[in-house]
């Protein structure tokens, strides 16, 4: 009967100095600096794999385990597979009980619900943003005068790996160049 710690930070700058105080009495304790929207927590895989019948899963917060409320699902899934526990410390939850069970699948559905309300707002904010005239996306490298004497070049016969060299600039991008249709030079 092991009580396992899992603790996660989104990116290399955060720091897992809180959680691992919060997480101080686990016997063991799995660590990752990564985040979870690419899919991948090989750390988190790992503490999983580790973890055996009637041990404890600790975490500070649902947020540090699971990507999503379909994740989190599988984990909890997985867990109750291998009959371990799960403890969530912040949210004062433990699936060891009924009541534990239920209060953890409240919040998982609550945080996935304030997830998508995030990203809704988020898409409303860059719509706003596009009507007043907020441009995205990185900046061209090339104005229209350098576009016109890279499409001219290219149709004398300059190769496209010269023309990257001296343009510093990727394959693709030079192809966009090359098939954009050429703009008035004001001079």
């Not at 988190?44 to 600790?58: I, K, M, N, S």
């Not at 969530?88 to 619900?113: C, S």
């Not at 907020?134 to 300059?158: D, M, S, Y």
Request: hydrophobic fraction near 35%; charged fraction near 30%; include cysteine.
């Amino acid at each position: 009967m092991a009580i396992v710690g899992y603790a996660r930070v989104s990116s290399v700058g955060q720091t897992l100095d809180v959680q691992l105080d919060k997480l101080g009495h686990c016997d063991k304790i799995f660590q990752e600096k990564k985040s979870a929207a690419n899919g991948k927590q090989p750390r988190l895989e790992a503490c999983l794999e580790y973890v055996r019948e009637e041990d404890t899963l600790v975490v500070t917060r649902l947020d540090r385990l699971a990507r999503s409320t379909l994740h989190l699902c599988q984990i909890a899934a997985e867990l109750e597979r291998k009959q371990v526990h799960l403890q969530v410390l912040d949210q004062n939850i433990n699936t060891g009980d009924a009541t534990g069970r239920l209060l953890f699948n409240m919040l998982g559905a609550i945080a996935q619900f304030e997830t998508e309300i995030r990203a809704e707002r988020q898409r409303d904010g860059i719509q706003k943003a596009k009507e007043w005239g907020v441009k995205f996306g990185k900046r061209k490298k090339l104005n229209p005068q350098q576009v016109a004497e890279l499409q001219e070049r290219r149709e004398q016969g300059v190769l496209i790996k010269t023309l990257m060299q001296d343009y510093d600039l990727s394959k693709s991008s030079v192809y966009r160049y090359l098939n954009q249709e050429a703009e008035v030079v004001k001079e």
